[in-house]
């Protein structure tokens, strides 16, 4: 007689893990400006020599040319009275006096620079629509110099993306990466997150995949692949990433080889399941622990379905050594009593007993049970 589901942990289905990490570190921080450095850039853009260098460019496969130009006196130092009001952390005030400039100069650095500082103080006051608004006005403005106009670029991705503003925020990095030339990490990580919200996940995979596989040392690439491919249901290459990972030593932390064993579980790969485990265990990375019980257990119920009784007998005990209750031993002696195996079927049972049970009688009936 095949054991009854009710008496077993969930299904295989909720192994699958939830692997998603947070990609907010991919994310620009806006409006975190270093005010002491901006008012002295401000307050000395008009005083710069035309042999003076200028700052190292971030992006020198950029399309647009930097046309590095100037505030006149009064704006610049206007530009610095907004930097010490957000510093001052006085954001209406800040915004109210960038506007106040915009409505004046017609110096193209000018308006750029407040627009940008005015979306700085909105994002800090906790208004992103107006914060969108004033990142895209200094884009516009095309006064800043590559550095500061792809970061205010950048900024009002975050900036879209915070505010769910997908569609509108993948489109803005795609002109980031466009326009820069770029493939700086944190930008690709970006686009996959704004990928990755807009239900493509398929496509986010293929990004964190490919940062994966230009730096192996970055697990978090690695880890947001496997969860996205795994979202797109594509298992198949959710394991072969991890495969690959483990073959090369790289699999170093107890997420990453719990999607291992998970993967191989669920492909019905029971032996390299268990494999898996016993290889994190001998390094100390995956650790006995209640989810490790159900993690066995769900491999005894497996094999037990595939007809594979001894493997289920194994893995029930397994799963009963780290256990805090007696249950899975109980499983054993059931399994145990099925097949047959009269005498191990008792043992199993008085030591569920010993061990508490929530139904101490159905181990008592089998201790009850007759037969050698």
Do not use: C
């Not at 803005?172 to 996959?192: F, V």
Request: proline letters at 3%; aromatic letters at 6%.
């Amino acid at each position: 007689m095949k054991l009854r589901s009710t008496h077993y942990p969930a299904t295989t289905a909720l192994l699958v893990a939830a692997l998603m990490a947070s990609s907010a570190g991919a994310i620009a921080q806006v409006g975190h400006y270093n005010s002491k450095a901006e008012a002295k850039k401000a307050s000395q853009r008009e005083e710069r020599k035309p042999d003076e260098p200028v700052a190292e460019e971030r992006f020198p496969a950029a399309t647009r040319k930097s046309p590095h130009l100037q505030a006149t006196k009064n704006g610049g130092k206007t530009l610095t009275e907004i930097i010490g009001l957000i510093q001052a952390k006085n954001y209406p005030e800040a915004i109210a006096k960038a506007d106040g400039l915009l409505a004046t100069t017609d110096n193209i650095y000018e308006r750029s620079y407040a627009s940008q500082l005015a979306a700085a103080a909105a994002a800090q006051a906790g208004d992103d629509a107006k914060a969108v608004g004033y990142f895209k006005q200094a884009i516009d403005a095309n006064g800043l110099d590559n550095n500061d106009h792809y970061v205010a670029m950048h900024n009002l991705v975050a900036t879209q993306y915070r505010s769910k503003q997908y569609a509108d925020a993948l489109a803005s990095i795609d002109r980031l990466l466009t326009e820069t030339g770029s493939d700086a990490p944190e930008y690709i990580a970006l686009k996959g997150t704004v990928l990755a919200d807009m239900g493509r996940q398929a496509e986010a995979a293929a990004l964190y995949e490919k940062l994966y596989m230009r730096d192996p040392a970055d697990k978090k690439s690695l880890m947001n692949a496997v969860a996205l491919y795994q979202q797109a249901k594509n298992f198949k290459k959710a394991d072969a990433l991890l495969t690959q990972a483990q073959g090369k030593g790289e699999l170093n932390d107890p997420a990453a080889y719990r999607a291992l064993y998970v993967g191989f579980i669920n492909a019905g790969k029971l032996h390299e399941a268990i494999s898996t485990i016993d290889e994190g265990l001998a390094k100390g990375v995956v650790q006995p622990s209640p989810d490790l019980v159900n993690v066995y257990a769900v491999i005894a119920q497996t094999a037990y379905g595939n007809d594979d009784s001894q493997l289920a007998v194994d893995m029930y005990g397994r799963a009963a050594e780290i256990s805090s209750d007696g249950e899975q031993r109980l499983n054993q002696a059931r399994v145990l009593l099925n097949e047959g195996r009269i005498p191990e079927a008792k043992h199993a049972a008085q030591q569920a007993l010993d061990k508490g049970l929530k139904n101490p009688a159905d181990a008592k009936r089998i201790l009850a049970a007759g037969g050698k």
